[in-house]
Structures are given as C-alpha cells and as structure tokens.
C-alpha cells in the first residue's frame, strides 16, 4: 500500500472523524449540562437526515441551505422535546433521575424511530451529491468533493461550537450552568432556558451531522443507531472530559474505523464496538482517562 | 471474646470524625458510649460493624481485624446492630422480620427459622401479632422488633444505636430490662449508643464518652457522672 | 384486612375466587373455540405475560431493570434453534440448551455489573442486548441473519401433534411452560430462604445485611434465574414461531415486555399475565394501529417516566408475590 492510499485513507478518516465528533460532543454537551444521558440522540442524526434530503432532494436547494434548514429543523424538535418531556421530568424528578431520563429517552428513541416509519415510509431518502460530483484533487491526493466538504463544514460547525461556548455570552453561561447549576441560578440565570438552549444546540449538532451525510448514509427509520452508539463510544473513551478531548477520540476513532474496513466489515466493526463499550463499562465505567465526577466537563 | 477498638481516625472530607479512638468491649459486659451530637458515636458503630472503613487503626474481635469486612461478614462473626433510624422490613410481618434475622446465620429450614423466631419474640415481649406486618408497627414496636431480629442471628456482641431515642419513660424501662437480660441471661455483650444518660447510667457496666470524635473519659457510670471533662461537655445539657 | 398477613399456606381473598375460574376459563378457551388465531393470540399472551412477570421479578424485587431482556430471550431462541438445525438436536432438549446458554450469560453479566449502579446495569444490559444482536446480524453462517433462521417444530410427542396448524398441541406446552416458570417464581419469591432475602433486601438493604444476607449474591441469583427464564421462553419461541431474524433482540421488544410487566405486574404475577392478554388482545382488535404499536408503547414509557416520580424500579417494586 503506497502512501498515496494511506494518506487518502487518513483524509477520509478524519472526515468520519469529524462527524463522529459532531455526535459525541453533542452527548457529551447534553451530558454534561442537563445531566442526560441521551440514547436518543441518534434519532436527532435521523431527523437532520429526513431534513438534509428535504432540503437538498426535495427542494433543490443548496448544500449550505439545505444544511442550515437541517440545523435550525433538528435543534427545534429537539427544544420540543426538551419543553414537553425533560423540563416536567425534572420538575416532577424522584431520587431516581438517571434511570428515569435514561428510559425516557429510550422511549423517545422509539416513538421518534416509529412517526418516521409511519410518516416516510421504510425506505431509503438520499441525495446523489452533497456537494457535487467530482473528485478534487488535494496537493496530489484525491478525495471526493463530498466527503471534502463534509469534513470542512463538519469542522467548521466544531470550530463555531467552540467559539461559541468559549467567546459568547451565553456560551460562558453554559459553562457557568456545568460547573454548579445552584450558583449560577443564584446569580439570576434562567436555568430552564439555559437547558433549552443546550438541548437545542446537542441536537443541532446531530442533525448538521446526519444531514451532511445524507448522500452517503441515505435516511431511513432506525438509522440512528449507528451514529448513537459511535457518538457513546467517543464519550465514554474520552470520559467526559474537554472538548478536545472528544474531538481527539472522535478523529482517532474514525481513521481506525477507515484503516479497519481494509480487514473487518462493517457488521463485525460494529459489533467489536459494542464489547468494547461493555468491557469499559465495568472495568472504567467513568471513562478510559476520566475523573469520577460525572458532570463538570467543560471545567477546563 | 473482647472488641477492641485500637486508634481508629476516620475522616469524611474536611471533617475528622474519629479522632484516634481507643477502648475495649470485654466479653460479658454492658458498654455505653455517650457524647454530645456530633460526637462520632453512630460513626463509630458504622466502622465496628463494616458500614465505613476507617482511615486508619484496628478493630479487633477476637483474632479477626474488622476493619476491611463487609457488614454481612461481620454479622456471620457474631456482632449484630440496630440502627439509629429504625431499619425494617415495612411489608415483612414481625416474624418474618424475625426470620430474616435467623435464617442466615443459621443453616436451619424454614420451618424451624419460623419457630424459634416465634421464641424470640416471646422472650423480648412483643407485644402484637406476629402476623402483623411491620410497617403498620409504632415507633417504640419497630425499635423492640429490630432488637429482637438482632437477637435472632445469635449473636455474640450486640450494639445497639440509639434505641430508646423517643421513647416514653415506660418504654425505656421495658428496653433497659431487657438489655439486662440479653446480657445476664444469654451472654450477650452489648455495646449501646445513647443520648438518654440516665439510661446510660442504669443499664451499663462501663460507659465511655466520646467529643468532637475523641475519647475524653472511660470508667463506670458513678466516675463518669463526676468527671468534670464529661460535664463540661454536657453543660447545660441533661443532668447527669 | 390490609394489616394482617396470615402466615398459613392459603387465603381467601377475592383474588383466589376470581383466580381459579379464571385460569380454567383461559386454558379451556382455544380448545372449544378451535380457531388457529385465537390460539396464536392466547399463545403470544401467556409468553409475554410469563416474560413480563419474569422481567419483573428482577425489577420488582431488587430495582434491577434489565434493558437486552429481548436479547436474552433471543439468545435462547437462537441457541435452541441452531442446535436443532446444525447439529440435529431434539428442540426439547433445546429449551434446556437455550435456559442454559442465557441463565450462563445472565451469570456472568451478573457477576460483573451488579455491584455498580443501577443506571450502569440498566446502561451495560441495553449494550449487552445490542451487541447480542449485532451478533446474530454478523454471523449470518450460522444465524442466517436477517434472511431469517429457519426452525423445525417440536417433535411431536404422545398425542400432542406439532403440525397441527390449530396450534393446540403448543398452547398445551406454553401453558403447562407458563404455569411451571410462575409457580417456580411463586415458590421462590415466598417459600425459600432466598425469597426471604430478595424481599428483606427490598425492604431494607442495610437491614438484611446485617441479618447476614450478601446483596450482591442475591442481585447475582436473581438476575440469572430470570435471565434463564427468558431464554427458556426464547427456545419455546423459537420452534414455535419457526424463523427467526435479529429483530426478536431489540430494544422496542424489551420495552414491549417493560410496559406489559408495568401495566398488569403492578400487582403480581396474575397481573403480568392479565396485563399481556389485555395488551395483545388490544392490538390485535385494534389491527389498523398495528403501525402505531411502537409508538404507544414509547408514549406510555415516557408518561409513565414522567408522572411516576418513583420512577419505574419503585412503581413495579410495589408487587406483593402471590
């Protein structure tokens, strides 16, 4: 294998990377600040599918359109659901939160998996190009126009969300929020409209995802397991530590998963995914480089 | 067999709970431990019967280090306890609750787990059914019912956390007799964690008093309740 | 009435004069009606109402909420059904292959996430159900994946004819499956001394460990005997259904047999097996809303989520075995 092949490989991992990335910190923000392990978060991916599609197949818009529609569709479902299921769940929340919102969002999963089958049907949605057909030609290495421009906007919409939480005004409340709910409600913050706003945006996150790679994940019903599981994964790996360390993972996970396609299929990757959550989850259930603390991700 | 309780510290955080505690519960006696709120008598318990895991120092029964055991290990060792905030089984009747007490410290069947429970309950006086279930129980009941589950497990050292905490002067009395009674009648040597100094007093062989986590004065009732260290830390508290 | 718990063998309650009738009527049902259907309904009730008091017999007793429940049903399915297929061996002795091959896994689970948080068994066993179903998905050698495993009937045995497209001969099997799994639950929750250690552990933790009893031993045991169960059932569903697909593993089934166990088992076993009959009969007279089942069900879960603070180990936790 010359290094040509290596290194394309390398560009379209970190593309994956990237997406995977867009998952993770999407969990983890949601995690992290309203103190919800989703496991419908995939399902958030689903949606910005559906709308990607919408936008791109049925509307014959652009890509930057079509991805800002998916944005903007996704984080309103997901503030939706955030007013109507987790808002009265923590209001009415017993000793027992986690398992609750844990369950409840297994069922949200499934309800979100089932108006989409009722609603579009079981077949596949897609879009022949994100961007355009083509191969561009990178310093010598070839790499598809598409999974070029998922990697860049993928990227971009990382590099935003840290400016975000890191530069803006709110973003610095978010993080006020993480570190100790109790002192930053005391210093007048709205914390149901902070959890809002989070959620909005955890969920933005997964639907620019999803609909970035609607050409080549078409949408269908119970795709979103996929991405749900990779997006744990991250998490879990990086244990909720700082962003860069998600994006990190995330980015390493994706060229293995580039490199490992040479030897094992798809089917069997995801399986050898899932024992290694497991083994995690009993011998470093806080995270491989993780500290005991569950919340308080975004201390640094 | 002796409990011996040797230089345990143990810290929650900032807070030094025990601070180098060191006594002995002889093999026959009744033992008090007393002190202000806040003392670290309940913490102490909960090292002694493997609910905490002191910082550092021994407890010894016997030849056996405490210390590192679980609570259930403990309790197959012969020391059995009752807890500050009374712990049963709401929807178990008394004499299941009883049961549960015998049945696993002793390799008997259920049929004979069922008799002998109906003994012990006897023998402490229970004053109601035993088909009762426990939740329907008052306060003083629960207590009474918890002394007679620990009573079933056959035990060797009893400690016993503040049991007649609310309870009226004639309930006191009925506890405070059959603490005397375990102990005279079946060997049982008691470890008893008390703010009612009175019942301290009349019940006890020794009693030890603990501050702040430190052990200030140790010695039978009539020493203690003219110990001046021990009415300083009392003042303008109970009369002792 | 409420206070008083006789300690004798038998009570006369309103429940056991309902019961009784109850349970001749339900077994005599399929054999005068002689419809196909109608023992296909009866069938898919009793299995899910036993996997649903099974579940529950984890969640009830000791708040552990096992979330690949499907999967190891499955596993017993897909383990009874292999042996049948590859290696040629008697489905009957495939029930006891399947119990085996999940009661082994429940084990080993057990023994390596009951000492964590519920939240982590609850996570881990949603995992575990998944990556059991990968499995299958992967293997398709064996399992023939999502072209779906084909599966022999039961041999038949004495008068009891397996082809028999009326289904009788299975119902007869699921009920005596049935009767035998809940008296083996009933028997075990009330008359044994570890019955006494799963309701002393319920009822208070740091209590029954003093009295001697090791939480862990106990989360351990009960964790396998309803996992056996499920893979027991999974065999009889198996050779019942006769093809399997990966499907049978996921999630959305286990939330079918969580609310069945949630809706009827709040009571008891009874209920678990009257709230399934209610369920599937619904579902079924309500054929259009065949679609819409999942959806109800994930609404169900999240109302119950929301308006049951206690959440959903204290709501079934309310049980009181009989």
């Known amino acids: ?37 989703s496991f419908a978060q995939g399902e958030f991916y689903m949606v910005g599918t559906y709308f990607g599609w919408v936008g791109l197949s049925i509307l014959g818009l652009g890509p930057f359109v079509a991805l800002l529609i998916a944005a ?110 109790d ?31 609607v050409a080549i994940l078409p949408a269908y019903p119970t795709m979103g397991i996929i991405p749900l599981y990779k997006g744990w994964f991250v998490v879990i790996v990086a244990g909720l530590g700082t962003i860069g360390g998600c994006i990190s993972i995330a980015l390493l996970l994706g060229v293995l998963e580039a490199v490992g396609l040479l030897v094992a299929s798809e089917g069997w990757q995801s399986f050898l995914y899932i024992i290694i959550i497991c083994i995690l989850l009993i011998f470093k259930p806080f995270g491989v480089f993780g500290k005991r603390e569950v919340r308080g991700i975004w201390e640094k | 067999m002796a409990l011996r309780i040797g230089s345990v510290v143990k810290r929650f955080g900032g807070l030094l709970a025990l601070n180098d505690v060191s006594f002995e519960v002889r093999s026959n006696e009744i033992l008090g431990l007393i002190g202000p709120n806040g ?76 008799h002998k429970s109906r003994e012990i309950l006897e023998y402490v006086g229970f004053p109601r059914e035993e088909g009762i279930l426990a939740r329907y129980l008052n306060t003083g009941q629960m207590k009474l019912l918890s002394v007679a589950r620990a009573l079933a497990s056959s035990p060797k050292l009893l400690l016993l956390d503040e049991t007649v905490a609310g309870l009226s002067e004639s309930e006191q009395t009925k506890i405070a007799d059959l603490v005397k009674k375990i102990n005279t009648e079946l060997g049982i040597a008691v470890l008893l964690v008390e703010h009612a100094t009175k019942f301290v007093m009349e019940v006890c062989d020794r009693i030890v008093v603990l501050q702040e986590g430190r052990k200030i004065a140790e010695g039978p009732p009539e020493e203690i309740s003219k110990d001046e260290k021990v009415l300083e830390a009392y003042l303008g508290r109970e009369e002792i | 009435m409420g206070e008083m718990k006789k300690i004798t063998m038998t009570r006369i309650t309103w429940k056991n004069i309902i019961a009784l009738p109850s349970l001749a009527l ?75 091959a999940a009661g082994l896994l429940g084990l080993a689970t057990g023994v390596l996430t009951l000492r964590l948080y519920g939240i982590f068994v609850a996570c881990f066993t949603w995992f575990l159900g998944m990556g059991l179903m990968f499995l299958v998905a992967v293997t398709p050698e064996v399992t023939r994946g999502y072209l779906g495993l084909s599966v022999p009937f039961f041999p038949n045995v004495w008068i009891l004819d397996f082809t028999d497209p009326l289904r009788l001969s299975y119902f007869t099997i699921m009920v005596i499956l049935s009767l035998s799994i809940l008296s083996l639950m009933y028997y075990l929750g009330n008359r044994t001394k570890m019955g006494l250690a799963f309701r002393a552990l ?49 999630t959305s089934q286990t939330i079918q047999i969580l ?22 009969t619904l579902l079924e007279v309500l054929r259009p809303l065949e679609a819409y089942r999942f959806i109800i069900y994930g609404v169900i879960l999240i109302l119950v989520m929301i308006f049951y603070p206690g959440g959903l180990a204290r709501l079934l936790t309310r049980k009181e075995l009989y």
Request: hydrophobic share 50%; proline share 4%; charged share 10%.
């Open chain 1, 1 to 37: 294998m010359d290094v040509t092949t290596v290194i394309e490989l390398l560009l379209a991992g970190l593309g994956r990377g990237a997406i995977y990335a867009l998952m993770a910190l999407g969990l983890a923000l949601i995690f992290g600040i309203l103190n919800i392990p």
């Open chain 1, 72 to 181: 903007f569709a996704t984080s309103l479902v997901g503030i939706c659901c955030e007013k109507i299921l987790f808002a009265p769940l923590r209001r009415f929340a017993g000793e027992e939160w986690l398992v609750n919102v844990f369950v409840l969002t297994l069922g949200l999963s499934l309800v979100l998996q089932n108006v989409a089958l009722v609603t579009a049907g079981p077949l596949y949605y897609g879009a022949p190009y994100f961007w355009g057909p083509g191969t561009a030609d990178l310093f010598g290495f070839r790499i598809s126009y598409d999974r070029l421009m998922i990697a860049v906007l993928a990227t971009t919409t990382i590099v935003i969300f840290w400016v975000f939480l890191k530069r803006t005004r709110l973003g610095r409340t978010i993080r006020a929020v993480a570190q100790n709910a």
């Open chain 1, 183 to 213: 002192a930053a409600s005391l210093t007048g913050v709205n914390l149901g409209r902070i959890y809002t706003i989070t959620f909005g945006v955890g969920c933005m996150l997964s639907g620019v995802a999803g609909a970035l790679m």
């Open chain 2, 39 to 114: 003392s670290g008598k309940t913490t102490l318990i909960n090292c002694i019967s493997g609910f905490y895991r002191p910082d550092s120092g021994r407890i010894l029964y016997g030849e056996k280090n405490l210390t590192r055991l679980k609570p259930y290990e403990i309790s197959r060792l012969g020391i059995t306890r009752t807890f500050q905030i009374v712990e049963v089984f709401p929807k178990l009747s008394v004499l299941e609750n009883v049961m549960v007490g015998m049945a696993f410290s002793n390799p008997i069947d259920l049929n004979e787990t069922r």
């Open chain 3, 26 to 100: 339900m077994i005599a049902t399929p054999f005068v009606v002689r419809d196909s259907y109608i023992s296909h309904i009866f069938i898919l009730a009793l299995l899910y109402g036993t996997l649903a008091a099974s579940f529950d017999f984890a969640v009830g007793y000791l708040g552990i909420v096992n979330f690949g429940y499907a999967a190891f049903m499955g596993l017993g399915a897909y383990t009874s059904a292999i042996a049948a297929v590859t290696f040629g061996i008697n489905p009957w002795l495939g029930l006891l292959l399947g119990g085996a």
């Open chain 3, 202 to 250: 319920r009822g208070s933790e740091p209590a029954a460990m003093v009295c001697g009893i090791n939480p862990l031993k106990y989360r351990v045991i009960n964790f396998t005997i309803t996992c056996a169960i499920a893979g027991t059932l999974g065999s009889f569903y198996a050779h019942y259904i006769r093809i399997l697909t990966p499907n049978l593993l996921q």
């Open chain 3, 259 to 280: 609310v069945i166990a949630y809706l009827g088992g709040r009571g008891s076993l009874w209920g678990s097996i009257i709230g399934a009959f209610l369920i599937i």
